[in-house]
């Protein structure tokens, strides 16, 4: 099993420009969350997914799209992208059980100039 | 208002020594508490939770956390660090939003351990 992978593992952006973070995993996972990354300030939710065909918002979830039309994978859009957006993005999903354990790709390191 | 705290940014112990890794938490009912570490360019890595039973709690790479009720406390500790132990290590809890679960992260604290 490959777990929770993440494209691309780079990605460098000018302001106002998109872009789509693709996240898939082949556990069977119901659950699939985005978080970013920011020093001093742990990981914080932009959104999340309970099943295919549903999203829902996290704590930061402005300027943010996500997708899952299927249930190995969760999209992240930036639609226009600012400074503010530059951080680490992590994808994780879990299991409907309740254990809650998450299971988390490796990141994305993303740079808006 | 449900949350985490780690009240320590850097947390620095010579290897062989005990560390303690201290975290705090506010959230409403029974709480399930996790610990997570990150090593450098790489995503985060389950290493023990609480949800009953048990308030010593063991895990992955002879880590252990203490759950305490009254002190709404669940600080992780190894009895003997090793460098390869240096990391960010980050405590959760599940709290529950919009009929929904989902995990609250503290901001990490910096793990160093020096030979």
């Known amino acids: 099993n490959a777990g929770v992978t993440q494209t691309p593992k780079f990605r460098v952006l000018k302001t106002g420009q998109s872009m789509t973070l693709l996240c898939a995993q082949d556990m069977n996972h119901e659950y699939m969350y985005w978080y970013r990354q920011d020093p001093g300030m742990g990981l914080r939710l932009i959104h999340y997914s309970v099943g295919e065909g549903t999203t829902a918002k996290g704590e930061v979830p402005d300027g943010y799209n996500v997708s899952r039309l299927k249930k190995q994978n969760f999209l992240l859009g930036l639609e226009s992208a600012a400074p503010s957006q530059t951080s680490v993005y992590f994808c994780a999903s879990r299991n409907r059980d309740r254990t809650y354990e998450q299971y988390f790709g490796p990141g994305t390191r993303l740079t808006v100039t | 208002a449900q949350s985490v705290a780690q009240p320590e940014d850097q947390v620095n112990v010579a290897e062989g020594n005990p560390l303690t890794v201290k975290c705090t938490y506010s959230?409403?009912?029974?709480?399930?508490l996790f610990w997570y570490v990150q090593y450098p360019n790489r995503g985060l890595q389950f290493l023990l939770k609480y949800i009953t039973g048990d308030n010593l709690v063991k895990g992955s790479y002879g880590f252990e956390a203490e759950f305490n009720k009254s002190q709404t406390s669940f600080h992780l500790k190894k009895p003997s660090a090793l460098v390869s132990d240096s990391a960010l290590y980050f405590c959760a809890v599940r709290a529950i939003s919009g009929g929904y679960n989902k995990l609250i992260f503290g901001a990490g604290t910096r793990l160093a351990v020096h030979p």
């Open positions: 959230v409403s009912g029974n709480p399930y």
